[in-house]
């Protein structure tokens, strides 16, 4: 008997339909001409086999027999469709038939392997009262912790396979969509507490997908390889809608398959002929370059020498990390030249700046108390940090930095990052308040910090305190509320941020006020404390226990992250020992 698997064949590199860089007025247009030609999505299992190509005409197909059974339901242009993101086929028809309907699909994320099934349950039940849909769609497996979010929010809970399974209507009148209306809502760096709908039009994301496909140089026979979730703006857009409107075959390794088996990734790109673009934030590469320190026979296994774009984003860019990734990697073929720094955020679509292509990563060393703002202590020698270059602006994109008084700042002045431009968001769904907080004449004001040099943009710190661990955003503020629950604590008795572990990693960092004097008493509470911070973000953190009133306030009487972190970090907070 022949297997069945050696007669499926990848969606090709080439095509002669004329590539379009997302030259389109709706999303539905640009579908509408990748379906034309013979390109498409590859989905693989956890060793990469191919398990579906899924050609963009055999893609379209599907999405308008989901619009037809979506308007059958009586679903209306502007209601927003909720979707668990697993990456597969099922999303991909589901996520662009709510499209061709008028409705807004919101993408919400798989659960992990760590904080439970009431968490999860309780963070969908967050994004879902934020968004307000009126279906939620999730494949079968996960029906009894979705359908428990679903009728906790009063929405109609929906197993995918099933509804796909349904006949549609032969015929359905589709309505007409206009550039300027909302496509869809991205939740992937709102707080889990109080989340942000991030609206974005047609033309904000074809207007950055066109910007991803310039600003990579997109070649005839590019093609892509992902690992990256569906639920976060880097997957979706950058990985999913991008080659759409951009027209380039891509394959498909589930996130969770990746976690298991990180140099899977590596295979696919081996193996994959024309595998050139493939993205990861840099904890990816450092979790490659480690699991491949203790084999031989690289140059056998792996052929690395076709990817041009290793990009690198939603996180930290770590040089030491880099180039611990060319070191593991250069027999296999890899060049140092492939890797494409970029700055983005879900606010601005998704890319505000890319690296030119062949540029690789560049450094400036910058003193540490330019970075905080504090005087430099000339008792003390000069300590550095290695701030990568995150490229030029995309295309139509206007980046400024500016000070504390809104005026913009010459170059290598550190100051707060603005942008402008067709791809900024519309709005945040129903929140005009936080909406007018950082939209301003139409530039956005996007609260991380850096700096400007030659036409290059340099990130030297965070939106909002941002906590980013391995890619995934952490706020503060959950952290800090979830330490809140437990008994004996109130409102501004937590400061949550991060720190830099011996081995130069990202780790959470926790000061607590703590009133309790017997030791016994504070090493159980501080081990509470871990297991919470470790059931939100996953990972060990530090837990320090200060005395009352030992975290600094600004004047209003808020809070002061970022001056407890400097205190914390110059010794100038002392925790409480917890040696019996």
């Given at each position: 008997m022949t297997d069945t698997a050696t007669l499926l064949v990848p969606t090709p590199n080439q095509d002669k339909l004329p590539r379009r860089f997302s030259d389109f007025g709706t999303f539905g247009e640009a579908l509408d001409y990748a379906a034309q030609g013979v390109r498409g999505l590859n989905f693989h299992d956890a060793r990469g086999n191919l398990l579906r190509p899924y050609p963009y005409a055999e893609l379209r197909q599907d999405a308008l027999a989901v619009a037809r059974r979506l308007i059958a339901r009586g679903v209306k242009p502007e209601d927003r469709i909720a979707l668990i993101a697993e990456t597969g086929a099922e999303f991909a028809a589901l996520f662009c038939g709510v499209i061709y309907a008028g409705a807004w699909p919101v993408p919400l994320p798989l659960p992990t392997s760590f904080g439970g099934k009431d968490n999860y349950i309780e963070q969908l039940v967050v994004q879902l009262r934020s968004s307000d849909p009126s279906i939620l769609f999730f494949p079968a497996e996960l029906g009894d912790m979705c359908g428990a979010a679903a009728a906790r929010q009063g929405c109609e809970g929906i197993d995918w396979q099933a509804f796909l399974a349904t006949p549609a209507p032969a015929e359905a009148v589709l309505p007409t969509a206009r550039p300027d209306q909302i496509c869809y809502l991205q939740y992937s760096s709102?707080?889990?507490?109080?989340?942000?709908?991030?609206?974005?039009?047609?033309?904000?994301?074809?207007?950055?997908?066109?910007?991803?496909?310039?600003?990579?140089?997109?070649?005839?026979?590019?093609?892509?390889?992902?690992?990256?979730?569906?639920?976060?703006?880097?997957?979706?857009?950058?990985?999913?809608?991008?080659?759409?409107?951009?027209?380039?075959?891509?394959?498909?390794?589930?996130?969770?398959?990746?976690?298991?088996?990180?140099?899977?990734?590596?295979?696919?790109?081996?193996?994959?002929?024309?595998?050139?673009?493939?993205?990861s934030p840099t904890f990816g590469y450092d979790i490659c370059a480690r699991r491949i320190s203790s084999q031989s026979h690289v140059a056998e296994r792996f052929d690395l020498s076709r990817w041009r774009i290793a990009g690198n984003g939603a996180d930290m860019i770590r040089p030491d990390v880099m180039q611990g990734f060319v070191n593991a990697f250069a027999e296999a073929g890899f060049k140092a030249a492939a890797f494409l720094p970029?700055?983005?955020?879900?606010?601005?679509?998704?890319?505000?700046?890319?690296?030119?292509?062949?540029?690789?990563?560049?450094?400036?060393?910058?003193?540490?108390?330019?970075?905080?703002?504090?005087?430099?202590?000339?008792?003390?020698?000069?300590?550095?940090?290695?701030?990568?270059?995150?490229?030029?602006?995309?295309?139509?994109?206007?980046?400024?930095?500016?000070?504390?008084?809104?005026?913009?700042?010459?170059?290598?002045?550190?100051?707060?990052?603005?942008?402008?431009?067709?791809?900024?968001?519309?709005?945040?769904?129903?929140?005009?308040?936080?909406?007018?907080?950082?939209?301003?004449?139409?530039?956005?004001?996007?609260g991380d910090m850096g700096y400007m040099a030659d036409g290059y943009l340099f990130i030297v710190g965070r939106a909002k305190d941002m906590i980013i661990i391995n890619g995934k955003n952490h706020w503060p503020q959950d952290i800090e509320w979830a330490v809140e629950q437990l008994p004996g604590f109130h409102q501004?008795?937590?400061?949550?941020?991060?720190?830099?572990?011996?081995?130069?990693?990202?780790?959470?960092?926790?000061?607590?006020?703590?009133?309790?004097?017997?030791?016994?008493?504070?090493?159980?509470?501080?081990?509470?404390?871990?297991?919470?911070?470790?059931?939100?973000?996953?990972?060990?953190?530090?837990?320090?226990?200060?005395?009352p009133r030992t975290l600094p306030r600004t004047s209003s009487g808020k809070l002061s992250r970022a001056k407890a972190r400097n205190l914390y970090l110059a010794g100038e907070i002392q925790p409480y020992s917890l040696a019996a």
């Open positions: 709102g707080s889990t507490r109080f989340p942000h709908g991030v609206a974005v039009t047609h033309e904000a994301l074809l207007d950055n997908l066109a910007g991803h496909a310039h600003g990579m140089e997109l070649q005839p026979d590019d093609r892509c390889v992902s690992w990256l979730p569906w639920y976060h703006d880097m997957g979706l857009v950058g990985c999913f809608l991008s080659v759409i409107a951009n027209q380039v075959s891509v394959d498909y390794l589930k996130t969770e398959d990746f976690a298991r088996r990180p140099l899977a990734w590596l295979d696919m790109i081996s193996r994959n002929q024309g595998s050139s673009i493939s993205y970029s700055y983005g955020l879900a606010e601005a679509t998704l890319a505000v700046t890319i690296m030119p292509p062949g540029e690789g990563i560049r450094v400036e060393l910058v003193e540490e108390e330019r970075l905080s703002g504090t005087p430099r202590d000339l008792s003390r020698p000069a300590r550095y940090r290695a701030i990568v270059n995150c490229g030029k602006p995309v295309q139509g994109m206007l980046v400024e930095i500016r000070g504390e008084a809104g005026k913009p700042l010459a170059d290598h002045h550190i100051g707060k990052v603005w942008c402008k431009g067709r791809s900024v968001m519309h709005s945040y769904f129903r929140d005009p308040e936080s909406t007018e907080a950082c939209l301003v004449d139409g530039w956005l004001d996007t501004g008795d937590i400061a949550a941020f991060s720190v830099q572990a011996e081995n130069g990693e990202e780790v959470p960092a926790v000061l607590v006020h703590c009133r309790v004097s017997d030791p016994v008493e504070r090493k159980k509470l501080h081990d509470q404390i871990k297991d919470k911070v470790r059931s939100i973000t996953g990972m060990n953190c530090v837990v320090e226990l200060v005395p």
